[in-house]
């Protein structure tokens, strides 16, 4: 079952932002505007992480913050904040009012996503899966290894991540900017043609002989993890 999770943001088009990528990484998506309402909402049923603004009308995200802290079954709820406020005080502030963590705006969504991905692996480790495998190769997060068929891959830093990357998403397809961002990082620039020597690189040591090619190049558009490749093998 994928990790559900709430967004508390009067803001529609970051809300709407927000749902698209974070939806692409498989989360399933809840939001809601005012923050009275999304503590109604919580009373319900609680979701599995929260982010949540600051500001909102209704209920402020601190005093909200404040009565998830006070519940039993909300105590240990993830929360990541979000707020235009970049104070070291009012940072201090947001994390003491019980936030897990927190977010000055504007912020790079992949940063937001590679925190949302650690809450939920520390909050609940049984979620984010330890070996991804598809089709004869698997990827040990743990041990940081790879192997197909049994043979030990040899990968660098990077074809380790764009492995990885790709794996967590089987059969999406994602522009070489996309990979940039979700590889490298929006705040580094690299060429673009950089992706495709790592990608080459990846495919020399993920395949020999006659084994299959498990990335596929879509022509205008980028690289994905071919998802029949699992279903073939």
């Known amino acids: 079952m994928n990790a559900r999770i709430l967004i508390v943001e009067d803001e529609e088009p970051l809300?709407?932002?927000?749902?698209?990528?974070?939806?692409?990484?498989?989360?399933?998506?809840?939001?809601?505007?005012?923050?009275?309402?999304?503590?109604?909402?919580?009373?319900?049923?609680?979701?599995?992480?929260?982010?949540?603004?600051?500001?909102?009308?209704?209920?402020?995200?601190?005093?909200?913050?404040?009565?998830?802290?006070?519940?039993?079954?909300?105590?240990?709820?993830?929360?990541?904040?979000?707020?235009?406020?970049?104070?070291?005080?009012?940072?201090?502030?947001?994390?003491?009012?019980?936030?897990?963590?927190?977010?000055?705006?504007?912020?790079?969504?992949?940063?937001l996503i590679a925190r949302v991905r650690a809450l939920l692996r520390r909050a609940n480790p049984e979620r984010v899966a330890s070996v991804l495998a598809i089709g004869d190769i698997e990827l040990d997060r743990d041990k940081k290894r790879v192997t197909r068929s049994g043979r030990a891959v040899d990968l660098g830093p990077t074809e380790y991540r764009l492995l990885e990357f790709l794996m967590e998403r089987p059969g999406r397809v994602f522009s070489r900017e996309q990979l940039l961002d979700g590889v490298w990082g929006s705040d580094i620039y690299i060429d673009e043609r950089t992706v495709d020597v790592h990608i080459g690189r990846l495919r020399k040591a993920i395949s020999r002989g006659h084994e299959a090619d498990p990335i596929r190049t879509v022509r205008g558009a980028g690289y994905s993890l071919d998802d029949r490749f699992g279903r073939a093998n």
């Not at 909200?64 to 709820?77: D, I, N, Q």
């Open 15 to 111: 809300t709407m932002l927000l749902r698209y990528n974070l939806e692409a990484e498989g989360y399933e998506v809840d939001s809601v505007a005012r923050g009275d309402e999304a503590d109604t909402r919580l009373k319900e049923k609680a979701p599995d992480l929260v982010v949540l603004d600051w500001m909102l009308p209704g209920l402020s995200g601190i005093e909200l913050c404040r009565r998830l802290r006070a519940r039993p079954e909300t105590k240990g709820l993830p929360i990541i904040m979000l707020t235009a406020r970049g104070e070291e005080s009012e940072k201090v502030r947001g994390l003491a009012t019980g936030a897990d963590d927190y977010i000055v705006k504007p912020f790079s969504v992949p940063e």
